[in-house]
């Protein structure tokens, strides 16, 4: 979301009330672009929950994720949905490039320390045509770009391959309202 499209979220919200319309909804938010001042907007034009996309509890995954945030600006986030009282369905991506025990375990913690109402918990990442990542994958002998990825293909890190899975079912086990 640039600088724009928080200006364009924050007319909707504004619409919504102009209108006194009583609508409650649901809404996706990049935690870099969460604002006092959105977020108070959204609360009044009838959200309810959020879905706060941080996928990460480690900086240096983000920037590997090319997220453009980092783990204060979840953290800052969250308090001020919190603060709100707006729901948070906190969304972890795990698996790509350069993930580690490291960067696992600081995720699920993030998770934790957070404590969102519900949790999604995604092992690998999804490649699309024309990404570095697709580059990758067909290096590492994933479906090729040629083959156009038609249908889904996830990449998961070789380093992360034998127990991440595994990993992720025991932390969702752990903790009721997060899923896979």
Not at 33 to 44: G, I, S
Not at 89 to 98: D, E, F, K, R
Not at 155 to 162: E, F, I, K, P, R
Request: hydrophobic share 45%.
């Amino acid at each position: 979301m640039s600088r724009i499209a928080l200006d364009w979220a924050g007319s909707i919200c504004d619409e919504i009330l102009a209108r006194g319309m009583r609508v409650r909804w649901h809404g996706i938010i990049n935690p870099l672009y969460v604002t006092r001042r959105l977020v108070r907007q959204m609360k009044k034009a009838g959200c309810m929950e959020v879905s706060l996309g941080f996928e990460s509890g480690s900086d240096r995954m983000l920037r590997c994720l090319g997220k453009g945030f980092c783990v204060p600006d979840v953290r800052r986030s969250s308090r001020l949905l919190k603060e709100f009282e707006i729901r948070q369905t906190g969304l972890l991506l795990l698996g790509a490039p350069g993930e580690d025990r490291a960067s696992v375990g600081a995720s699920f913690a993030l998770a934790e320390t957070l404590q969102p109402e519900a949790k999604k918990v995604a092992v690998g990442v999804r490649v699309y045509p024309g990404t570095p990542l697709a580059k990758l994958a067909a290096a590492e002998h994933l479906p090729s770009e040629e083959a156009g990825l038609l249908e889904p293909v996830f990449y998961v890190s070789g380093a992360v391959w034998d127990w991440l899975a595994d990993r992720a079912k025991e932390e969702v086990r752990s903790h009721p309202g997060w899923r896979l």
